[in-house]
Structure formats: C-alpha cells, structure tokens
C-alpha cells in the first residue's frame, strides 16, 4: 500500500486534510474523530485511572530495564487502561514493543516473561499481553494500514520516541477496513482446532475472550467507513453493526457480552466459531475484500 490513495479510501498521506468528511454528521468526537475529520488517537497516559498508574510506571521501569536502549526504539500502552476504561481484577495489560531490528526468539522470551511478571506481581489486572514488533515492520508500507494504523490511533506513547510522527494521519475508509480485518477466515481453521484440543473451563473462557474481541471489532470495521468514526468500545460496535445488520444483531450482541465476561460454556463457542465468524468472514470479503498477504 502506497501513499497515493485518496481520503476517500481512508488515507491522507501528507497528514494534510480539509472538512469532516462525514456524511454531514458535526459530532466528530463522539465518532472518535480530530476536527479535521481524521481519526483521533484514543489512549493517554493522562487517562489511566489511579488505580493502574503504579502498574504503568513499573511496567515502564522494567521494560526499559530488560531491553534497554540498544534493543528498545519504544513501548507503547493499548487497550482499556490508556483509554481510561479499564476494570480493576477484569481488565488485561497490553504492550506492544517495538524494536530496533527484527525481534528474536529471545527477544520474545523476555517479553513473554515480562508479561507474565506484571500479571503475577499487580493483581488489579486479569493478564498481561506483550506484542513485539521490529520498528521497520511497523512503518513498512505493507502494515501502513493495520500495524501501523494501530501504532498511530491506537497506541498511547510509553518509552522512547513515537512512531505515530513518521505514519499517516488515517480516515475511516475501505482500505483500513480491508486491511485491519479482511483477514478472518485465515483464523477460523486455528480456532477449530484450539477449540478442539481446550483443556477445560479455563481454556475456554481464554477461547472466548479472545475470539468475541476480534468478531466484534470485525463486525465494526465492516460497518466502519458508513458510519464514519472509530470506536474501541464494544459495546457500542456491537450496537453500531446492529443497526447495519439487524438479522445478526443478537449474535453480535452475545459476542460484545462474552468478550467482556467470558464463559466456558461450549455452546457458545460453537455458535460463535460455526455460525457468526463465517458467515462474518464471507460478508467481510464481499464488501471490502481480502487483506494484502503477509509473508
């Protein structure tokens, strides 16, 4: 994916843009979207509740200590704790790191241990997921619109210097939505299997969390260039595909509530991974069509 497509397809290459863009909706804030009708970075570090905030500064502090500046270009906070919604004891950490080169395996090792220490040592979160990325795979051209969107709207500045200056400012287009979620059905086969080989309650419950997240968000991005705006609640994308999808509204409804609260209950799953993802992921296709392929 190149610099050269227009604003219409969700990318304005210069950062340069002029009106809302917006179906004649004003309120462009309550869609997530900056002044100039492009879409607003959502987290801040000035949005973390108290709660959290010695969570965050240790996990600063160990970072910089485990991967120190040869191997570190930057850290990043995502999710619900830099958007100011996050749960004491329900919500996860997120990271992402990204790296001077290309990480390794040890470089995924000490971030899994990380990970793993955070949520052992702050019982105010339920896990702690750690993301590892070589800095030029996230700029490439290739990840301009998923790794790299995601960078610049959807991850909050922790260590080091942002990447989000050197990437695009982003509209709510059909290229986005292609390539942040025009992926799904590659995920369906991995997710049978995992169902397939769960262990217990507490394997299930992993299974569900992680696969309502991705059909939710999935759901919204099919809906996204139409309404016009950007959201990571889930609540509200699931609302927001409704009024699009009324005839899988209730499935979609059922998927915002699992990711939320999670349960082990197999029929769920099953409804979930045999009935919405493909008939989500074929939708998916026919309107926006299939993400470029990753090596």
Known sequence: MTAGHSSSDGFDGS?????????????????????????????????????????????????????????????????SIPRGTAVPGVSDLD?????????????????????????????????????????????SPLERHDLGFFVACLCTPLIGDDLAV?????????????????????ALPCWRERIAAAAGDDDRRRLVRGISRRLVRTGFTLVMPDWNGWTS??????EIFAARYPARAEHMRLAAVAARTPTPDPAVLTLLVTDLAPWLAAEYTAVHGRKAPRP
Request: aromatic share 6%; no cysteine; glycine share 14%.
């Open 166 to 186: 050197r990437l695009p400012r982003y509209r709510p287009g059909r290229v986005l939505a292609r390539e942040t979620n025009g992926d799904l059905a590659l």
């Open 233 to 238: 609640d889930l609540a509200r994308s699931a």
């Open 15 to 79: 950062g340069g843009h002029s009106g809302s863009g917006g179906h004649g909706d004003k309120n462009l804030a309550g869609r997530g979207l900056a002044p100039d009708g492009t879409i607003a970075r959502e987290g801040s570090l000035d949005r973390v509740p108290t709660v959290f905030r010695a969570l965050v500064e240790t996990t600063r502090t160990r970072i910089a200590a485990l991967f120190g500046p040869d191997r570190l270009h930057s850290a990043y906070l995502y999710g």
């Open 95 to 139: 990271l992402l790191l990204a790296l001077r080169r290309e990480p390794t395996a040890v470089d995924r090792t000490d971030a899994e241990a990380l990970g793993a220490g955070l949520d052992r040592d702050f019982p105010v979160v339920d896990g702690a997921g750690v993301l590892v990325f070589g800095a030029d795979a996230l700029l």
